[in-house]
């Protein structure tokens, strides 16, 4: 449920929709590159595959719900970062830390939430349109409002086509390297209504539809692509039982399906998972106390009928949140029942203190789970039907300071991970029919760090940065995390004087290692940016973005290619 910021302890990050907006960009990935804790890799340019590293955590050890709707695959893990569509979204929610006794398995770096438009106020038309590098152009359209009086309908529904025909996926020296232009098409879809039937008493409805034909590079004649399908749909009611009661009940779905082409023949990969949550929320005085009762399921359905099951999760959580003055406190605990691995229970306990009106320390502790993928447990000559889901605990403490013009944060953070699922080769369960190695349950893993983050407001410029100091290693080889840099982050500042914006931003990453085994270096890399907009008329904008200013040459995946210097332009009239 909504909090004011100053009252969250978990450690956080808001993208606002004047964020997006004034960002230019058209990649959820390329516009979370810059946040406070997050790494990126792709195998490629926009629309091949990407994933999300938060704190050291892996792609498949956080958690990604759309409007409260989780979404992912149920057989590689992780969700499919390049499936979702930027243009649908209005503002995205980062929550540091492990968070599994709030949201159940796979929380263990952090949680990502995103929401798509939603509708408020009269009749709002937005339009936008824009071309770039690469042959790069998108179009999208949208209306929301909402009705006056107590029985308020809220709406709102975006479209959106974007298209590039993008460069080379592959470097010379890549497998299956080939030379060709590796582009992409998507279209999206999403509408969020809502009715308030009286005071606090709503039904609604969220959607999500994700079209995205990619190609990528797998041969060196033949046009390999990826044809990816995201979907995502939400039922709620919400209705206040008294004074003090607040119940809310959610049935959801979502689909992520895959359907490879390459030139061994088609593989396709498909997960559905269904949810059914009853949520109660009682305030006692200035305290808050929840209560989650949860099932879901998850379904697999691919081109190997070994991986082809079904993994049901019943859960049951509780938080209380304490208000005392200077003093705020958290407390949580969950137990996830699954199917295939049994009860886990996670739990987390959190205090924080105002020294001042601006000045805040938070100190916490808690546990966390990854759940073993389908393909972890099931894939022939991979998956062990017996491994163990991972562990994780995690101690932080963090100040942070906001007076209206100013914030600035500094978080510690030691992620300890047990049962580490690794690719061990040669595999210690069955050699004999496990004779490329296998997913174990073999080492053990600590993320610690530092986390700094500040802006400040002087004038018409916004100065802001973060940076990001760490050691993400595996404690049983001793070698560093493949593809996580001990430093990375970045700095811009941003100009605004009535009808014209501007800002600049340098991301700056050290070397990484591409591999377990820490064999093959990925160079550091600075990124200098650049982006305006231009209020011509009322209600019109023109707005552009500069990326990768000087040509910086450099890989996030070894051998894969990344964009060049390039330009997006576009102009968007949004009725205010």
Same mark, same amino acid.
């Given at each position: 449920?909504?909090?004011?910021?100053?009252?969250?302890?978990?450690?956080?990050?808001?993208?606002?929709?004047?964020?997006?907006?004034?960002?230019?960009?058209?990649?959820?990935?390329?516009?979370?590159?810059?946040?406070?804790?997050?790494?990126?890799?792709?195998?490629?340019?926009?629309? =091949?595959?990407?994933?999300?590293?938060?704190?050291?955590?892996?792609?498949?050890?956080?958690?990604?719900?759309?409007?409260?709707?989780?979404?992912?695959?149920?057989? =590689?893990?992780?969700?499919?970062?390049?499936?979702?569509?930027?243009?649908?979204?209005?503002?995205?929610?980062?929550?540091?830390?492990?968070?599994?006794?709030?949201?159940?398995?796979?929380?263990?770096?952090?949680?990502?939430?995103?929401?798509?438009?939603?509708?408020?106020?009269?009749?709002?038309?937005?339009?936008?349109?824009?071309?770039?590098?690469?042959?790069?152009?998108?179009?999208?359209?949208?209306?929301?409002? %909402?009705?006056?009086?107590?029985?308020?309908?809220?709406?709102?529904?975006?479209?959106?086509?974007?298209?590039?025909?993008?460069?080379?996926?592959?470097?010379?020296?890549?497998?299956?390297?080939?030379?060709?232009?590796?582009?992409?098409?998507?279209?999206?879809?999403?509408?969020?209504?809502?009715?308030?039937?009286?005071?606090?008493?709503?039904?609604?409805?969220?959607?999500?539809?994700?079209?995205?034909?990619?190609?990528?590079?797998?041969?060196?004649?033949?046009?390999?692509?990826?044809?990816?399908?995201?979907?995502?749909?939400?039922?709620?009611?919400?209705?206040?039982?008294?004074?003090?009661?607040?119940?809310?009940?959610?049935?959801?779905?979502?689909?992520?399906?895959?359907?490879?082409?390459?030139?061994?023949?088609?593989?396709?990969?498909?997960?559905?998972?269904?949810?059914?949550?009853?949520?109660?929320?009682?305030?006692?005085?200035?305290?808050?106390?929840?209560?989650?009762?949860?099932?879901?399921?998850?379904?697999?359905?691919?081109?190997?009928?070994?991986?082809?099951?079904?993994?049901?999760?019943?859960?049951?959580?509780?938080?209380?949140?304490?208000?005392?003055?200077?003093?705020?406190?958290?407390?949580?605990?969950?137990?996830?029942?699954?199917?295939?691995?049994?009860?886990?229970?996670?739990?987390?306990?959190?205090?924080?203190?105002?020294?001042?009106?601006?000045?805040?320390?938070?100190?916490?502790?808690?546990?966390?789970?990854?759940?073993?993928?389908?393909?972890?447990?099931?894939?022939?000559?991979?998956?062990?039907?017996?491994?163990?889901?991972?562990?994780?605990?995690?101690?932080?403490?963090?100040?942070?300071?906001?007076?209206?013009?100013?914030?600035?944060?500094?978080?510690?953070?030691?992620?300890?991970?047990?049962?580490?699922?690794?690719?061990?080769?040669?595999?210690?369960?069955?050699?004999?029919?496990?004779?490329?190695?296998?997913?174990?349950?073999?080492?053990?893993?600590?993320?610690?760090?530092?986390?700094?983050?500040?802006?400040?407001?002087?004038?018409?410029?916004?100065?802001?940065?973060?940076?990001?100091?760490?050691?993400?290693?595996?404690?049983?080889?001793?070698?560093?995390?493949?593809?996580?840099?001990?430093?990375?982050?970045?700095?811009?500042?941003?100009?605004?004087?009535?009808?014209?914006?501007?800002?600049?931003?340098?991301?700056?990453?050290?070397?990484?290692?591409?591999?377990?085994?820490?064999?093959?270096?990925?160079?550091?890399?600075?990124?200098?940016?650049?982006? %305006?907009?231009?209020?011509?008329?009322?209600?019109?904008?023109?707005?552009?973005?500069?990326?990768?200013?000087?040509?910086?040459?450099?890989?996030?995946?070894?051998?894969?290619?990344?964009?060049?210097?390039?330009?997006?332009?576009?102009?968007?009239?949004?009725?205010?």
């Amino acid at each position: 449920m909504p909090q004011i910021a100053s009252e969250v302890l978990s450690d956080n990050v808001v993208i606002t929709q004047e964020d997006i907006a004034q960002s230019g960009q058209t990649s959820l990935v390329d516009l979370l590159q810059s946040r406070r804790g997050i790494e990126i890799t792709r195998n490629g340019g926009p629309g =091949t595959n990407s994933s999300v590293f938060i704190r050291g955590a892996a792609n498949n050890q956080n958690i990604v719900l759309v409007d409260g709707v989780r979404i992912g695959s149920a057989t =590689t893990g992780g969700a499919s970062w390049a499936a979702i569509p930027l243009s649908q979204i209005d503002h995205v929610e980062i929550v540091y830390g492990p968070l599994s006794s709030l949201y159940g398995a796979d929380a263990m770096g952090g949680v990502v939430q995103i929401f798509t438009k939603k509708g408020e106020g009269s009749l709002a038309p937005v339009v936008s349109a824009g071309a770039g590098s690469y042959n790069t152009r998108n179009l999208e359209a949208g209306i929301s409002g %909402a009705t006056a009086g107590e029985q308020k309908f809220r709406y709102a529904l975006n479209a959106a086509h974007e298209r590039s025909d993008g460069f080379s996926a592959t470097r010379l020296g890549a497998f299956g390297f080939n030379p060709d232009k590796d582009g992409y098409a998507s279209d999206s879809a999403s509408g969020r209504f809502s009715l308030a039937l009286a005071k606090d008493q709503e039904i609604g409805l969220s959607l999500l539809h994700n079209r995205l034909n990619a190609q990528f590079d797998n041969s060196k004649t033949f046009d390999d692509r990826n044809m990816q399908t995201l979907d995502a749909v939400a039922l709620h009611a919400t209705n206040r039982i008294n004074s003090t009661w607040l119940s809310t009940a959610q049935l959801s779905q979502s689909d992520d399906k895959l359907d490879s082409l390459t030139a061994s023949g088609r593989n396709f990969f498909n997960t559905r998972q269904s949810d059914l949550s009853w949520q109660h929320d009682v305030n006692i005085g200035k305290d808050l106390l929840q209560a989650v009762l949860e099932r879901r399921e998850e379904k697999a359905d691919t081109s190997n009928p070994a991986v082809n099951r079904t993994r049901t999760t019943n859960s049951v959580a509780a938080a209380y949140q304490l208000r005392r003055g200077a003093h705020l406190a958290t407390a949580s605990v969950r137990n996830d029942d699954s199917s295939q691995s049994g009860a886990t229970t996670t739990g987390s306990l959190a205090y924080g203190y105002r020294m001042s009106n601006a000045l805040r320390a938070n100190v916490s502790a808690g546990t966390s789970f990854r759940a073993p993928t389908f393909n972890e447990l099931f894939f022939p000559g991979y998956g062990i039907a017996s491994n163990k889901p991972e562990k994780g605990r995690n101690i932080e403490t963090g100040l942070y300071y906001e007076d209206g013009k100013s914030q600035f944060s500094a978080v510690y953070y030691r992620n300890r991970i047990t049962d580490l699922l690794v690719t061990a080769f040669p595999c210690p369960v069955d050699p004999a029919t496990h004779q490329f190695g296998c997913a174990y349950n073999v080492n053990k893993a600590l993320l610690t760090g530092v986390t700094f983050g500040a802006n400040t407001t002087f004038g018409n410029y916004t100065l802001h940065g973060s940076l990001d100091l760490q050691d993400p290693h595996d404690e049983t080889t001793g070698r560093e995390l493949a593809r996580r840099a001990r430093r990375h982050g970045a700095v811009g500042v941003d100009y605004r004087a009535g009808t014209v914006s501007a800002g600049s931003e340098l991301v700056f990453s050290s070397k990484r290692f591409d591999d377990a085994a820490n064999r093959n270096v990925l160079g550091g890399y600075t990124l200098v940016n650049l982006r %305006a907009s231009y209020d011509f008329a009322p209600d019109w904008s023109l707005f552009g973005r500069w990326d990768n200013v000087f040509g910086k040459k450099y890989e996030l995946v070894r051998n894969y290619a990344t964009a060049g210097s390039s330009l997006f332009l576009g102009v968007r009239y949004a009725m205010k």
